[in-house]
């Protein structure tokens, strides 16, 4: 009787000259949410905002009414078609288009080249942990985002912000309990990236 194929395939060697896929969180990103507001109306328009701050692996952004040109700091440029798009639910989203030629609202950096996720085979962080692991970063994600605390799960439950409802925060905080119960007992080896949550909350 022959090997099932899913076995075949587990039973595979690893290549060792294989890279592994980059984690999106950790990956620097263009988001088109922060430059449809600076985008300009009129085609011959040029408009070179500061990004230094916000975009600091970028040596200089400059929006037309088309399209948008990167620099990097290594003097690669790259240009991004701009498109609005129909949503019905209202005004028109502008969306960056990737090289690939599909829409897309990050575009993320990898050794100074900017594309979509897809190009890039980049994975979310949730897709390289197991259950528990899982169960942790959500944990993570819950205090640092719905409960304005620290992201560690070994610190104190976070006590209610003072612009938060009682029973929003409530929710929150018998969800975060749900997820936290089960992984408790566990010793982590490595602390989590601070950069796993910069993507949450930028």
Same mark, same amino acid.
């Given at each position: ?10 039973n ?8 592994a896929?980059?984690?999106?969180e ?9 430059l ?8 011959g328009e ?5 990004? /230094?701050? %916000? &975009?600091?692996? !970028?040596?200089?952004? +400059? @929006?037309? =009414? *088309?399209?948008?040109?990167?620099t990097?700091?290594? $003097? ?20 960056l ?28 962080a /949730?897709? %390289? &942990?197991?259950? !528990?692991?899982?169960? +942790? @970063?959500q =944990? *993570? ?7 304005n $605390? ?9 006590s ?24 408790k ?18």
């Amino acid at each position: 009787m022959s090997m099932p194929w899913q076995l075949a395939a587990s039973n595979r060697r690893h290549d060792r000259n294989s890279k592994a896929r980059p984690t999106i969180e950790l990956m620097p990103s263009i988001s088109i949410h922060d430059l449809r507001h600076v985008i300009p109306r009129y085609h011959g328009e040029v408009i070179e905002p500061d990004v /230094s701050f %916000k &975009y600091p692996t !970028i040596a200089c952004l +400059r @929006l037309f =009414a *088309s399209h948008v040109e990167i620099t990097g700091r290594n $003097g690669y440029v790259q240009c991004f078609r701009i498109v609005w798009v129909r949503t019905g639910l209202g005004a028109p989203r502008a969306i960056l288009v990737c090289s690939c030629g599909f829409g897309a609202i990050r575009l993320f950096g990898h050794y100074g080249n900017y594309a979509c996720r897809h190009c890039h085979k980049a994975v979310y962080a /949730s897709q %390289k &942990y197991d259950q !528990i692991g899982r169960k +942790r @970063l959500q =944990a *993570s994600k819950l205090r640092l985002t719905r409960l304005n $605390g620290l992201p560690d799960i070994n610190e104190p439950m976070p006590s209610k912000p003072k612009w938060k409802h009682r029973r929003t925060y409530n929710k929150a905080r018998k969800q975060l309990d749900k997820l936290e119960a089960p992984i408790k007992a566990y010793r982590f080896r490595k602390a989590l990236s601070t950069q796993l949550f910069a993507y949450h909350v930028s």
